[in-house]
């Protein structure tokens, strides 16, 4: 079992950064790849970024390419989202989840994940 737990959401004007966490505890985050979606209001939630359990794998959605940055720190089994240049579009809660640990053709899929947090508010104004 895992447990997942997101912070660092909040209000951001456009242009602006916010960095996300995600706190893992249970079965070390290392045996695990981490991804972190999104779901705007009226959509379906979509794949944002996944780090393999190494951390040496990350994939991005389109979307978000050159503009957020996924990272971890096993030691202290947490898990970062880095967002900058932040577009009123990118408004959503945040979700981190945890995946098998090597990073797969189907890390954009939610079912590929085996474990959720709850999610973090993050809201970007014009």
């Known amino acids: 079992q895992v447990q997942l737990v997101e912070s660092g959401g909040g209000l951001v004007q456009a242009g602006g950064s916010l960095r996300l966490s995600c706190a893992a505890s249970?079965?070390?985050?290392?045996?695990?790849?981490m991804g972190w979606f999104r779901q705007a209001p009226g959509k379906e939630r979509e794949a944002v970024a996944v780090i393999s359990g190494s951390g040496g794998t990350t994939n991005y959605a389109d979307s978000v390419k050159g503009r957020f940055t996924i990272s971890r720190d096993n030691a202290k089994n947490m898990v970062y989202l880095q967002m900058n240049s932040l577009k009123p579009e990118d408004t959503a809660v945040y979700y981190c989840a945890a995946g098998p640990p090597n990073v797969g053709r189907r890390w954009y899929v939610e079912s590929w994940y085996d474990y959720w947090g709850q999610g973090t508010q993050v809201t970007v104004s014009s």
């Open positions: 249970g079965r070390t985050v290392r045996s695990y790849a």
